[in-house]
């Protein structure tokens, strides 16, 4: 069970909210949750979590609000539009775990120390897709005032297998942004070697046998190429949402990694191919198609 009975509100209530709700709920943690869709929520409400009608009422009757949409607009649209950042009670604690870059969260954090200094501000975006967030089994990037810690404890316990404290608010997304980097070209690493291999007439199993469970195969990529062996693309991390995280980390390189820039085009022109709500991994099928037959 958990060692706090502060209320969490979570607001988002996409695939990672979602998942990150139900994991709070398992830890016994009070949940409330609200999303501009209320149908994504019903599921929870029948797991104990407390639906609330307007962000500004979860963040009203809360301690701990977590926000997990898909941007820094949608961030702001909820503390400004939504009403969550005038509405949070004195000494309650804003946990921004949504991916935003960090451009974004230093747009956030501004917005938070010019208007609510009663209020502390943790960048805490995380590492793991739906499947990880649903399980407890994120990894969390921290970041933020030293005094929040003992109270976000049991919160990050229940929603991750690690928590990573790195420093002041805005280190978290550094740290997130170099990990997305690292997982946009393993994710190429196995497109592109799986596309090429099957171009040359071998077989998927094939590249399984002789790489699996060698040195340049990570668990992560062991397992996608599992489900690439049976076709099978949906999405436990959509490829729109890595590419916006990898235009992210361009941002945050003032554009100057050219291989990350290509990597950017190449993912791209999948999306606008209309494959951006399938898995990330289904730019395989994209470059296998792009090879043609030899």
Known sequence: MARTQEQVAFLGIGAMGHGMATSALRAGIP??????QPEATRDLADLGAEVAETAADAARR?????????????????ARDQGMLAALAPGSIWVQMSTVGVAGTERVAALVGGERHDVMFVDAPVSGSKDP??????????????EVRPRLTPL???????TIWVGPVGAGSRLKVVNNTWLAFSNEAVAASVALARRLGLETETVMDALGGGPLVSPWQAAKLQRIVRDEFSAQFALSLALKDVHLALQ???D????????????????????????????????????GTP
């Open 31 to 36: 949940t409330m949750v609200w999303n501009l």
């Open 62 to 78: 809360a301690a701990i609000v977590v926000t997990m949409v898909t941007d820094a607009d949608a961030v702001i649209s909820i």
């Open 133 to 146: 967030a649903a399980q407890g089994q994120l990894i969390i990037f921290a970041s933020g005032p030293d």
């Open 156 to 162: 990050f316990d229940a929603l991750g297998q690690r």
């Open 252 to 254: 945050a390189s003032e």
């Open 256 to 291: 100057r990694f050219a291989a990350l820039a290509c990597l950017a085009d190449e993912w791209q022109q999948v999306v606008d191919d209309g494959a951006g709500d399938q898995d990330l991994t289904v730019v395989t099928r994209a470059l296998e198609q792009q090879g």
